[in-house]
């Protein structure tokens, strides 16, 4: 068997979580590869909404087994804090979940480097979650970093304290007043040793030997990754497809379909180009319709238009397969919508997404008839109205892959799986 990845062709926020427990039950296991508590993914079923940050979202399917792969980074304050949210909700974490020992941990001073470099930075701050992720990725490759299975450890604390005093040291050359909070870390380091510690590789090649059915869960979108995202305003991991091969361990040979989320409009938080953004009623109105808020930070998300020449770069990068559209509904009452087709760059026309985006690019959009009229309560595509068929097939053609599964509202069952 292969390994299929779903993962985000924005700015993250495609709503994966939604569409990652919505195909679930067609897997045996569910793996996070990268990224750690700065994603957020929302799942809605029945009447709970939940947002979870560390753990993949099959967790809500029983007896898929979760596995939170080596190239995640993993806060022990945050993570407990998920288990007892989930655990209220029936959920057996202890038999569900598995962690690698190879993962890496973000401390309290991580947190307080990532706050004082981003102050330091000014007007050109990355707009980061502060949750720590740039420093434990730099100590990762650094080889300084503390990995999840060193908990296991008898001298941890020891170890933990050599990295501590060289953080206190490089946190010597920032002006940042900072108080170091370690009880929540050391609970969390406490609970977490209870739980099941592993070799996360071995687990999932033995599964594909043995026919059973994977899925990789992206966080953050493929504008964001360290390489091909809009550096330097972008996370520290690679958020694409290649990524899940050394965040699992699985040979690129081992990659199987890989589903691209998009939102049918744009979004982005934090600093950084957005090349469709709408500053104006416009980009207010998808902000309140499509309640555009982070969902770990609470921060007003900036919204634009689809941009097709991104989109096309990410279909690129990723090699995807099949396409699959978020958040239609949130266009429902839009008389006119607009999809980015080119940018002119210095009075030249283009199709490739440039290396630094600037102020100078203006986006050539092409202009769709809106359907005016709700679809939240649609499930089968031919169903569709017209106008969002028109739009969902423009798609199609221009990028040369598939729409399968269309989304028409954040609720499990509002979901459009195309045969
Ligand atoms: P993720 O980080 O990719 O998992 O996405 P987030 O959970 O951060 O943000 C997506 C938001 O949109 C969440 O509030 C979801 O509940 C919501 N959502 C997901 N799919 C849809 C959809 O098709 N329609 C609407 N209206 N909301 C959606
Ligand atoms: P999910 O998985 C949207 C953004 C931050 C900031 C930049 C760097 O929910 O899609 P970091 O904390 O990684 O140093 O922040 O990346 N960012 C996200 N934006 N969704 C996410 O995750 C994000 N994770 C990080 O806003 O601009
Ligand atoms: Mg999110």
Not at 124 to 149: E, V
Not at 205 to 217: I, Q, S, T
Request: hydrophobic share 35%; aromatic share 10%.
């Amino acid at each position: 068997m292969k390994t299929d990845v779903l993962l985000g062709l924005q700015w993250g926020d495609e709503g994966k979580g939604k569409v990652v427990d919505v195909i679930t039950p067609a897997y045996d296991i569910v793996a996070r590869f990268q990224g750690g508590p700065n994603a957020g993914h929302s799942l809605e079923f029945d009447d709970i909404e939940i947002v979870l940050h560390t753990i993949p979202s099959g967790i809500f399917r029983k007896n898929i087994t979760n596995i939170i792969g080596n190239g995640v980074v993993i806060d022990p304050a945050i993570i407990v804090q998920e288990f007892e949210k989930i655990k209220k909700l029936g959920v057996d974490v202890n038999r569900q979940l598995l962690i690698s020992k190879k993962a890496h941990l973000i401390l309290p001073t991580h947190r307080i480097i990532d706050a004082a470099s981003e102050a330091a930075k000014g007007k050109t701050k990355i707009g980061s979650t502060l949750k720590g992720i740039g420093p434990t990725y730099m100590d990762k490759t650094g080889r300084n970093g503390l990995r999840a299975g060193e908990i296991l450890e008898p001298d941890f604390t020891e170890r933990y304290e050599l990295l501590k005093q060289k953080h206190i040291e490089y946190l010597k050359q920032f002006s940042f007043n900072y108080t170091i909070y370690e009880a929540d870390f050391f609970a969390g380091v406490e609970a977490l040793r209870t739980y099941k510690f592993v070799d996360s590789e071995f687990v999932i090649n033995k599964a594909l030997a043995d026919n059973k059915k994977v899925l990789a869960e992206g966080a953050q979108g493929t504008l964001l990754d360290i390489d091909f995202g809009t550096y330097p305003y972008v996370t520290s991991s690679n958020t694409v497809c290649a990524g899940v091969c050394t965040g699992l361990g699985i040979a690129p040979s081992k990659i199987g379909e890989v589903f691209g989320i998009f939102k049918a409009y744009c979004t982005r938080v934090g600093s950084g180009p957005f090349p469709t953004e709408l500053n104006d009623s416009m980009g207010e109105k998808l902000r309140t319709t499509g309640h555009e808020f982070g969902a770990t930070t609470g921060r007003p998300r900036r919204t634009g238009w689809l941009d097709l020449v991104a989109l096309k770069y990410s279909v690129m990068i990723n090699g995807v397969t099949q396409l699959i559209m978020t958040k239609a509904d949130v266009l429902d009452s839009f008389e006119n919508i607009k999809i980015a087709v080119k940018y002119e760059v210095n009075g030249v026309e283009t199709e490739d997404f440039p290396s630094e985006l600037n102020s100078t690019i203006k986006p050539v959009y092409r202009d769709f008839k809106g359907w005016n009229t709700s679809i939240s309560n649609i499930s089968t595509y031919s169903r569709l109205p017209s106008e969002l068929k028109a739009y969902i097939e423009f798609i199609e053609k221009e990028i040369g892959v598939p729409v399968k599964i269309v989304s028409v509202g954040p609720n499990r069952n509002e979901t459009i799986i195309r045969q």
